[in-house]
């Protein structure tokens, strides 16, 4: 896998927890992303689209959290984690909770822009491609052993390229994790999936938590919005996803060639 860097973490801390009614309890779910205006999140609660919802949500740099009224907007089911995953609109937001929001990704965007200016195949990005990417981008917690996805699976949320944050991930082939089935393990600071960028095969491996981890996804919707509204950052983008399999094709070639010594 890539070279590990020693990177400082990306300050990207929130928490979330939904109810269906006033006279439920809140239960706590998986956030992936958080705008002024929806976030998306994986959650135990059966929801459908246009069912109102209550979300708590807990930013990393307030004190008191924050109780929203969302609709939601889209729904799909995880089957590898039993869970749901759903997008929230929030309805008449309070503008306090609204520029909150606003502060919280502005200092995450700022934060990731050092965070991948510790790669060098982001060198050619400047601090303004970062906070435009930044943008973009969905954060991922994983549980220790818990699965991100199945080798031959081809969920859309989970196409795209993930860069390890912290903890440790195991890839292997199968559904079950066996040491002759292990490929890889990739710690902080590097990069997998991004094949799934530019193709619709499914995943060529099965990728788990070996103990708690946070990931930086840039994924596959995020990548064509991202082209659509900044071309020129998306070609550089798509110029390190070619420079990433490249390398990979690379190492792949060196170890199935095997010369043979012709008899004369």
């Known amino acids: 896998m890539d070279t590990t860097y020693k990177i400082e973490p990306v300050v990207a801390k929130f928490v ?27 959650t135990q609660l059966k929801v459908e689209v246009g069912q109102e919802v209550q979300c708590r949500v807990k930013l990393c740099q307030i004190d008191k959290p924050m109780i929203i009224d969302a609709v939601v907007t889209e729904t799909s089911y995880d089957d590898v984690n039993d869970l749901m995953f759903c997008v929230c609109k929030f309805v008449d937001i309070d503008r306090t909770y609204s520029e909150e929001i606003k502060l919280f990704n502005v200092q995450t965007a700022f934060s990731l822009s050092h965070f991948l200016a510790e790669f060098p195949l982001f060198e050619d990005f400047t601090q303004q491609d970062c906070e ?35 903890g440790l991930l195991s890839i292997y082939k199968g559904k079950k994790h066996r040491p002759d089935k292990q490929i890889a393990v990739v710690s902080p600071g590097q990069i997998f999936g991004e094949n799934t960028l530019v193709t619709d095969q499914p995943h060529t491996a099965t990728i788990a938590a070996v103990n708690e981890s946070t990931l930086i996804q840039i994924s596959k919707i995020g990548f064509q919005r991202l082209k659509e509204k900044y071309p020129e950052l998306g070609l550089k983008f798509m110029e390190i996803v070619a420079r990433t399999l490249s390398k990979r094709l690379g190492r792949t070639t060196k170890l199935l060639f095997n010369p043979i010594e012709l008899k004369k």
Do not use: W
């Open 16 to 42: 979330i927890c939904m109810r269906l009614n006033e006279a439920d309890n809140f239960i706590a779910t998986r956030p992936i992303k958080l705008s002024e205006t929806e976030l998306s999140l994986q």
């Open 132 to 166: 435009t990417l930044a943008k973009f981008v969905t954060y991922r917690e994983l549980e220790k052993k818990q699965v991100l996805y199945y080798e031959k699976t081809t969920d859309s949320h989970m196409q795209g390229l993930f860069i390890v944050q912290s």
